[in-house]
C-alpha cells in the first residue's frame, strides 16, 4: 500500500467531479473516482489520474442509496488503504415550478443532494476517526444564496449541505477532521450545457467577471480546502461564481 493521501471523489466520472480528481491526483494523491452510470467516463479519469504517477480506481455507487455508499467506503480501503480526504461532490439539479414539481424528482433530488452528502460523511467519518485526521469538502452552490426562480428544490438541497457542513464542522473538530464547502456559481458542466440558449445569455449578463467558470478553478479551490494549507478553515461555505452573488 502507498504511503500517499487517499481521497474519494464523489460523480467524478465527468464535470466538477472529474476536474477535483484530476487535480488531487496531479497533487500525489490516490484517488477513487465514483461515479453512477458512466463506466468508461469513469476508468479514462482513472487512467489520466494514474499517469501522475499516482495509484486510482473506479468506483460504482448510487450515493442516494446507503448501501452502495457502505460497499464504496469498503472497496476504497480494500483497494487505497484508507481514507483522508472526502470530496462529496455528485449531484442533479432538476429545476421545475412548485406547482409543477414531481414527486420523484423531489425524493431523487433529496436522496441524491442531501442523504448522500450524509450517507459519505457518515462512511468517511468512521474511517477518520480512528486517524483522529480528515478532511471533507462538500460541492454546494451558490443557488444556495440567491434566489433563482424554478430552483426551490435545487437551492434547498444545496442550503442543507451549507448547515451540514458548519454543523458537522463543530462535531467533528475535536477528531481532527476538518468540514467546508464550495459554492460554485455557473461552471461550464454538462449541467449548464443543458441549459436552455436563452437562460445561458441571460445568466451570463449577470456575472461580472463575464463567462462561466473552469472547472479547473473549482478544483483548486477544493484543492486548497483539502490540503494543510487550509488547516485553520472548517466549517465555511465559499463562493466561487465570477461575482455572480454580489
Ligand atoms: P455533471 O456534469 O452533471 O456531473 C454529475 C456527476 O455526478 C457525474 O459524474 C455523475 O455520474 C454523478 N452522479 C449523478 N448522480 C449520481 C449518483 N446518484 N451517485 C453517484 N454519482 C452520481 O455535474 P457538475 O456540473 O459537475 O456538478 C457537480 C456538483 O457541483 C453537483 O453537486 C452540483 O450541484 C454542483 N454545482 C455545479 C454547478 C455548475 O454550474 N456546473 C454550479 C454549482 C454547483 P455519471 O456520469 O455516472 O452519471
Known amino acids: 500500500m502507498s504511503e500517499n493521501k487517499v481521497a474519494l471523489v464523489t460523480g467524478a466520472s465527468r464535470g466538477i467531479g472529474r476536474g477535483v480528481a484530476l487535480k488531487l491526483g496531479s497533487l500525489g494523491y490516490d484517488v477513487a473516482v465514483n461515479y453512477n ?19 486510482a480506481i473506479a468506483v460504482k455507487a448510487n450515493v442516494g442509496e446507503r448501501g452502495d455508499v457502505n460497499a464504496m467506503f469498503r472497496t476504497v480501503v480494500k483497494e487505497l488503504g484508507r481514507i483522508d480526504v472526502l470530496v462529496n461532490n455528485a449531484g442533479v439539479v432538476d429545476d421545475a415550478f412548485l406547482l409543477m414539481l414531481s414527486p420523484d424528482s423531489l425524493d431523487r433530488s433529496l436522496n441524491i443532494n442531501v442523504k448522500g452528502y450524509f450517507y459519505c460523511a457518515q462512511a468517511a ?96 479551490l477544493v484543492a486548497f480546502l483539502a490540503s494543510d494549507d487550509a488547516s485553520y478553515i472548517t466549517g465555511q461555505t465559499i463562493v466561487i461564481d465570477g461575482g455572480l452573488s454580489l
Open 37 to 55: 452510470s458512466n463506466e468508461e467516463e469513469a476508468n479514462k479519469v482513472v487512467d489520466a489520474i494514474k499517469a501522475y504517477g499516482v495509484n
Open 125 to 220: 467519518t468512521l474511517k477518520m476517526f480512528k486517524a483522529k485526521k480528515g478532511v471533507i469538502v462538500n460541492v454546494s452552490s451558490v443557488s444556495s444564496k440567491m434566489a433563482l426562480p424554478g430552483q426551490s428544490v435545487y437551492a434547498a438541497t444545496k442550503g442543507a449541505v451549507n448547515s451540514m457542513t458548519a454543523t458537522l464542522a463543530t462535531e467533528l473538530a475535536p477528531y481532527g477532521i476538518r468540514v467546508n464547502a464550495v459554492a460554485p456559481g455557473f461552471i461550464a458542466t454538462d449541467m449548464v450545457a443543458k441549459l436552455p440558449e436563452d437562460k445561458k445569455a441571460e445568466y451570463l449578463t449577470q456575472v461580472p467577471l463575464g463567462r462561466f467558470g473552469e472547472v479547473e478553478e473549482v478544483a483548486n
